[in-house]
């Protein structure tokens, strides 16, 4: 549990390349990625934004290059076609940018029945989710075994069970998190780390995008804010922590998970994420 746009034409490519520690966020615009933006900012590194939000990102730009001086990138990406996040990657390459950091957290979820939810939807969201991390991933590796760098993967704690209600998007990020943990182990003599961020319920765009305001999960509940979930994100994925969970209540629930048989926990989360009248 994660956009008035300009012409493309209006950002031009960086003619010098970028020296300095460079991270790619992806789901720049709002919420937790947008949170991210600052840590990175605040850290020295220079930063390149990707969504499709681009006024949103070009807004965050400037305040970021204003404040903390640094030299921030905005492309329009559309990581959600099959292209996508090929694409991103070719454009960034053209710029002359080498990545020290990559953060995947673009993506979305939606609220209800399976049978009732629409395939190019579902599908849309398999790739965001999915697939654009994969892809995101093989092709910066180089660029981040180069530079001994970071990976922040956005999974959540549906990542450790089905969910009912959720069913694809609970599904795409146990995804998430079991590629981060594989690929943390692989990795782990490179000097290349991988963290998978597993937020519960967050205040963020995520909800209204999902339409979760009926759902018994976030409903009439105080749920933490994307910018406290991305400093405590930011900070496991600087001392390189594989998997962090955000909150004790959290991390209670995903831990008692190994324990509970699965129709029963599968049952639970039902209950927890129903609609409500």
């Not at 594989?182 to 597993?198: H, K, N, P, Q």
């Not at 519960?200 to 979930?229: H, I, M, N, R, W």
């Amino acid at each position: 549990m994660p956009p008035s746009t300009p012409s493309h034409e209006s950002f031009t490519l960086t003619t010098t390349p970028i020296s300095q520690k460079t991270a790619l966020v992806t789901g720049a615009s709002s919420g937790i990625g947008k949170a991210l933006a600052y840590h990175f900012a605040q850290d020295g590194y220079q930063l390149v934004l990707a969504a499709r939000g681009e006024a949103k990102m070009q807004a965050l730009a400037d305040e970021l290059e204003k404040q903390f001086k640094v030299v921030v990138t905005v492309i329009g990406a559309d990581l959600e076609t099959n292209d996508g996040a090929a694409q991103l990657h070719a454009n960034i390459k053209a710029r002359g940018i080498t990545l020290s950091a990559l953060v995947n957290n673009a993506g979305f979820g939606t609220f209800g029945e399976f049978k009732d939810s629409a395939l190019a939807s579902d599908l849309a969201m398999m790739q965001l989710n999915m697939n654009t991390v994969v892809v995101l991933t093989k092709l910066f590796l180089p660029d981040l075994l180069a530079t001994r760098g970071k990976i922040l993967n956005t999974a959540s704690t549906a990542a450790f069970q089905p969910g009912p209600y959720m069913a694809v998007y609970y599904a795409t990020k146990s995804f998430v998190l079991s590629f981060s943990e594989a690929i943390a182990s692989e990795l782990e003599d490179t000097g290349v780390t991988v963290t998978a961020l597993c937020p519960g319920p967050t205040a963020s765009g995520f909800q209204d995008k999902a339409d979760l305001g009926s759902s018994a999960l976030v409903k009439g509940k105080k749920l933490p804010t994307s910018e406290e979930v991305a400093a405590l994100g930011y900070r496991a994925m600087q001392r390189g922590q594989r998997v962090y969970i955000p909150g004790f209540v959290n991390w209670a629930m995903a831990q008692s998970i190994r324990i509970t048989p699965r129709n029963l926990a599968t049952k639970l989360v039902k209950a927890l994420t129903r609609p409500l009248a």
